[in-house]
């Protein structure tokens, strides 16, 4: 472990999947996914991804993982490399980074009781000495995700979707994680559910050190466990920032229309809703320039061939857009 350097360091990823057609099966088109996203996570810091679905978050997850071949860019985990490692280097690796995905029943085998859903990577990883020493890990995991005991002895599904998200969460524990991606994972749960993880989640954090990746289309629940977020829209970040930066002052007209979007706490505070236009475009034949053009009140001639890069705002604050390069901030609707 490398205390100096960031723990997941992210750097111009790109994921383009090709399209294959006619006779001889050939790439006759490419779906850009992710194309150039770069980030760093700390030791115990959340970092939110957040964005319209379709947006590539969660292929940035999985490119992350290695459940596929990169395009391009560069990966590094506690300042070492790992999109180029082979098959039998990542093993080490993945002890080191767990999923928790979005649909806690689909991720869990039904045939397995959980006893062994929890003792499948202790033994995977040779964490467990014996019998005895492997059932008092599997229950002090659950004992950590606030189970009772006897749920060892149960299928998936004779839980509930928050119980078997717990039990995603303790196999995502199990290995020793230093860094767990969170796909959508409580998306599919009841707002009181829903509320109670992100509740433990923050509590695993603070017991144990972890750094969060947390992929999420909902600003109202990142913001009550995140230290910084990044949106993403059509492949790329466009604002990246601490939270309450980001949810003070955005600056990219994107994040301020997804903000608009968020309910408030009291009934009678009023917020200007921002309503996008038209539907977002094709992965396949992404606009040029700004790729937010097609959709942004404020766009101007600028924005339409020449594409924003990601630049400092303020300390810690970046954001893709020409808007900020505008004398005064003069960020008036123009018509399109």
């Known amino acids: 472990m490398n205390a100096d350097v960031a723990l997941l360091e992210v750097n111009g990823l790109k994921k383009h999947f090709p399209i294959h057609g006619g006779l001889f099966g050939r790439e006759t088109a490419r779906v ?21 679905s379709g947006c590539g978050k969660s292929t940035v997850g999985r490119a992350i993982l290695r459940l596929f071949k990169l395009t391009e ?12 490692m082979r098959a039998g280097q990542l093993r080490g690796m993945r002890k080191r980074m767990q999923v928790v995905f979005q649909d806690p029943f689909s991720s869990l085998n039904p045939r397995m009781k959980v006893r062994d859903i929890l003792a499948e990577p202790l033994i995977n990883f040779g964490m467990a000495s014996g019998r005895g020493d492997l059932t008092a890990k599997v229950e002090a995991l659950i004992d950590k995700v606030r189970l009772p005991r006897d749920a060892i002895n149960r299928f998936p599904h004779e839980f509930s979707g928050g119980q078997r998200q717990r039990i995603g ?52 629940t990142v913001e009550h466990l995140t230290h910084r977020v990044a949106v993403m829209y059509l492949g790329k970040i466009v604002e990246l920032a601490d939270r309450r930066g980001l949810f003070a002052q955005p600056h990219h ?38 790729r937010f053009h097609t959709r942004c009140p404020y766009v101007f001639a600028r924005c339409r061939v020449e594409e924003p890069v990601l630049r400092t705002i303020t300390d810690g604050h970046l954001s893709a857009c020409h808007l900020d390069q505008v004398p005064d901030a003069q960020v008036l609707p123009l018509a399109s």
């Open 32 to 52: 850009y996914a992710v194309d150039g996203v770069s980030f760093s996570i700390q030791r115990g810091e959340t970092l939110s991804l957040v964005g319209e």
């Open 73 to 84: 860019g560069e990966v590094y985990l506690d300042g070492e490399r790992i999109d180029i």
């Open 253 to 290: 007209p994107y994040t301020r229309a997804l903000l608009s979007a968020v309910p408030v706490p009291d009934p009678a505070a009023k917020r200007q809703r921002i309503i996008l236009t038209g539907d977002v475009p094709s992965p396949i034949n992404p606009p040029s320039g700004c």
């Open 169 to 220: 969460i303790a196999r995502a524990l199990a290995p020793g994680a230093d860094l767990i991606i969170c796909d959508e994972a409580v998306s599919a749960l009841d707002v009181s559910v829903k509320a109670q993880i992100i509740n433990l989640l923050a509590d695993l954090q603070d017991e144990l050190g972890l750094a969060l990746l947390f992929i999420s289309h909902d600003l109202a």
